[in-house]
């Protein structure tokens, strides 16, 4: 539905993020008290039922290095707004902008399932590798791995020439669980503990802000050093320094990074 503004960032900006225009930004503590904040302005926003149907709502994004979220609606009216802007007002630090756009979230959805139900039909002959909702852009980004005419002319000619449709050549390369991972790890690889095998779960950023990743809870303890994606001195990632004892909400451990580069920040938001 809507998301932080921050992207992978490669291995030249390794202590930077990229914002979603393609510049780079530095994550300070104030951007990650921000993003807590954005999290609970979202979280009031849908309770608060202001992007109903009726509001013709497009999507919002969010800038936690300013604290901003921006909201589109294909029609700005003052009363939806206003309201808004009141409940946003209630979480402190962050702001509101809002911006025009020429569909609604639902009408780009129902593009991009328009073309996912035609896939094996009318569209079975394209090699489209991805496709996804992008909110900043109010478009679709449709990922072909060939960018030929006769690929993007049959997506427009099928789905109407105003469609707002952004092509991009694109493919996924197969990956193994246990290959060696660098410079920059992801979630799903293979990484090991004393323990034994288990899996890297996701990227994180701990609000003291050490850089790391979420694991197993079970696989180690406070201390344990973290491998990928086997023993080794030169396969070393990082070490838990958080794993709660006792009564806790899931079976989860939070692992510093040796070395903050090994990770592409990336922060993600309801």
């Known amino acids: 539905m809507g998301g932080i503004g921050f992207n992978s960032a490669n291995q030249n900006h390794a202590n930077l993020v990229r914002w979603i225009d393609g510049s780079y930004k ?28 009726d509001t013709l709502y497009a999507g919002h994004y969010a800038d936690p290095t300013t604290g901003t979220i921006y909201i589109g609606f294909k029609e700005l009216k003052e009363e939806i707004t206003k309201n808004i802007s009141t ?3 209630k979480v402190e630090g962050i702001k509101v902008k809002f911006f025009s756009a020429c569909f609604t979230l639902k009408e780009l959805e129902d593009f991009q399932n328009k073309i996912l139900i035609e896939l094996k039909e ?17 478009s679709l980004i ?9 690929y993007t002319d049959a997506i427009s000619n099928f789905l109407g020439r105003d469609a707002p449709v952004i092509f991009e050549k694109g493919s996924f ?6 290959s060696r991972y660098r410079p920059s790890l992801l979630g799903g690889i293979q990484i090991w503990t004393t323990k034994g095998n288990s899996t890297l779960g996701f990227r994180a950023v701990h609000n003291n802000g050490d850089v790391g990743f979420v694991m197993t809870g079970h ?18 990632v990082g070490s838990i320094t958080v794993n709660p004892q006792g009564w806790r909400r899931s079976d989860a451990a939070f692992v510093r990074l040796v070395d903050r580069s090994l990770i592409n920040i990336s922060y993600i938001t309801p």
């Open 26 to 53: 530095q994550v300070t503590p104030i951007a990650l008290i921000n993003n807590l904040r954005l999290i609970e302005v979202t979280r009031r926003l849908h309770k608060a039922n202001l992007f109903g149907p």
């Open 173 to 178: 390369e197969p990956l193994s669980k246990t």
């Open 142 to 150: 449709v990922g072909v791995r060939e960018l030929k005419t006769k």
């Open 219 to 236: 696989a180690g303890w406070v201390g344990t050093q973290v491998f990928q994606p086997n023993s080794g001195v030169n396969n070393l």
């Open 122 to 138: 009318s569209l079975k002959e394209v090699p489209i590798t991805y496709i996804a909702t992008c909110i900043f852009k109010n």
């Open 87 to 89: 409940e946003v007002n």
